[in-house]
Nanobody, 116 residues
């Protein structure tokens, strides 16, 4: 059974930093893209950052220059370094892994709260 376990969320003041981590396990199938999405109260889930298996990255315009996504293919992990956090970054952050054959799988979400 596929599991994506997230860690690293929390409460931080504006201008601070957090690092999110996600570890995927439970499948023999390869993971294509991995990414982080977030959902703010009353809003739809949106892509924050994604990384392909070969390391190509994609960021939402609102986080470019502040967030960095990275992954370790051998460990099936993905990380999101978030710097200069803003109150509008508040939300539940979800890890996503796109598996060959299985398709998309999601983590349970981790809360990030940025106070002004």
């Amino acid at each position: 059974q596929v599991q994506l376990v997230e860690s690293g969320g929390g409460l931080v003041q504006a201008g601070g930093s957090l690092r999110l981590s996600c570890a995927a396990s439970g499948s023999i199938f390869r993971i294509n893209n991995m990414g982080w999405y977030r959902q703010a109260p009353g809003k739809q889930r949106e892509l924050v950052a994604a990384v392909t298996r070969d390391g190509s990255t994609n960021y939402a315009d609102s986080v470019k220059g502040r967030f960095t996504i990275s992954r370790d293919n051998a460990k099936n992990t993905v990380h999101l370094q978030m710097n200069n956090l803003k109150p509008e970054d508040t939300g539940v952050y979800y890890c996503n892994a796109n598996y060959v054959v299985l398709g998309d799988r999601w983590g349970q979400g981790t809360q990030v709260t940025v106070s002004s």
